[in-house]
């Protein structure tokens, strides 16, 4: 198991980005978090195996909603052990 740090910059609001983030991640295996830093950036804590936040990643860079981001980021980071993945509120 591995943990990333995603932050994406871009028009991320109002097109399902989170949600969509969701899915995948279910759908992988991953468990986490996303949410709203500001109305132009995101924030997610991935975990996984390392093949599966790999396809996580490259979902992020290539999705459905790839085409309204600017910059993405990843920094790996400490296991959390997360046991599901969410979506928070905002700050």
């Known amino acids: 198991m591995i943990h990333v740090n995603i932050t994406i910059k871009g028009k991320v609001q109002k097109i399902g980005f989170r949600f969509f983030s969701m899915q995948t991640a279910i759908q992988l295996g991953i468990c986490g978090f996303v949410k709203y830093l500001d109305k132009d950036k995101l924030y997610i804590e991935a975990e ?17 909603c790839s085409y309204y981001l600017s910059q993405i980021t990843f920094e790996p ?11 928070l509120e905002k700050n």
């Open 77 to 87: 980071g400490e296991l959390k052990n997360y046991t599901s993945y969410d979506i």
């Open 48 to 64: 996984g195996k390392a093949d599966k936040i790999e396809e996580f990643k490259n979902w992020c860079r290539n999705g459905q």
